[in-house]
C-alpha cells in the first residue's frame, strides 16, 4: 500500500485533536507520531525524518509559525498548518515561513485525509517512478533541469532541497520561461487560495527559491527574474 511507509508527525496542545487525527490517519495505514508542544515538535522534525507534519499555529510556548520558521532554516518537510477561524494573518504568517497548506478548525477529519495524502503525492519523490514511460517529464535548461516524475530539481549537476510550495513555484515558472506573472496570479496559480492582496508570501518563497538555488549556482538563481512593478518571469541564461 503507497502510505505504507508514510510517516507523520501530529503536533497540537490538545490531546483530543491529535487523537482525532491520529486515528483517521491511521485507518489510511500511514505511521503517527505525535507531540503536544512546539520545543518537542521542533526536537522530533529535526531529529527524525518525517513525510509531513500537521502542525498547530496556536500552541503555549513557541508556536507553530516559530517551529516552522526555525524547521525550514534545516528542513524542507512538507508542513500542514492548523488554525482557527478567524486567524488570515496568522495563516499568511504561515505561508510566509514555509508552511505548504493549511486547514481551518473546526475541520473535516476526510478533509484533513485529503489534504494528507495531496500533498504527499506531490511532495513524494517516488510518485511516477512505478513504471518507466517514453513522456518523461523533465524539463531541462543550461545550469538547471526539474525532473517532475521524481520531484527532483538539480543545479549544475547539485540537488537542490526544496519544500514542495517552493518546488511548485519554480516549476510553474519554469514551464512558461519568459513569461511574466503578477504576484496574484502566482497566488493563484501555485497557492490555489484568494488572499485579497497579501501578497508578501510569493515574495518570501521566491527569495528562499533563488537563496536555496544560488548555494548550488548563482547562474540558476538568476533564471528567476524580478519584473519590477509586475511580478516575476523565468529567464533562461546560458551563462
Not at 527569495?207 to 518571469?233: D, F, H, P, Q
Amino acid at each position: 500500500m503507497e502510505n505504507q511507509n508514510s510517516k507523520i508527525l501530529i503536533v497540537d496542545d490538545e490531546e483530543r485533536i491529535r487523537r482525532l487525527l491520529r486515528m483517521y490517519l491511521e485507518r489510511e495505514d500511514y505511521t503517527i507520531e505525535e507531540a503536544e508542544n512546539g520545543e518537542e515538535a521542533l526536537v522530533k522534525a529535526t531529529s527524525f525524518d518525517y513525510d509531513l507534519i500537521l502542525l498547530d499555529i496556536m500552541m503555549p510556548g513557541m508556536d507553530g509559525l516559530e517551529v516552522c520558521k526555525q524547521l525550514r532554516e534545516k528542513k524542507a518537510t512538507p508542513i500542514i498548518m492548523l488554525t482557527a477561524k478567524g486567524e488570515e494573518t496568522n495563516r499568511v504568517q504561515g505561508f510566509e515561513v514555509g508552511t505548504d497548506d493549511y486547514i481551518v478548525k473546526p475541520f473535516s477529519p476526510r478533509e484533513v485525509v485529503l489534504r494528507v495524502k495531496a500533498l504527499l503525492r506531490r511532495s513524494s519523490p517516488t510518485k511516477f517512478l512505478q513504471t518507466e514511460t517514453s513522456t518523461k517529464d523533465v524539463i531541462v535548461y543550461p545550469h538547471l533541469t526539474i525532473d517532475n516524475d521524481a520531484h527532483r530539481v538539480t543545479a549544475d549537476g547539485k540537488d537542490v532541497s526544496l519544500t514542495p510550495k517552493e518546488y511548485e513555484l519554480l516549476y510553474f515558472l519554469a514551464k512558461a520561461p519568459d513569461k511574466v506573472f503578477d504576484r496574484e496570479q502566482l497566488l493563484k496559480e501555485v497557492w490555489h487560495y484568494e488572499f485579497f492582496g497579501d501578497l508578501r508570501t510569493v515574495d518570501t518563497h521566491v527569495k528562499r527559491l533563488r537563496e536555496k538555488l544560488n548555494k548550488v549556482s548563482s547562474s540558476a538563481a538568476k533564471m528567476i527574474v524580478t519584473v519590477w512593478g509586475v511580478g516575476y518571469k523565468f529567464e533562461v541564461v546560458s551563462e
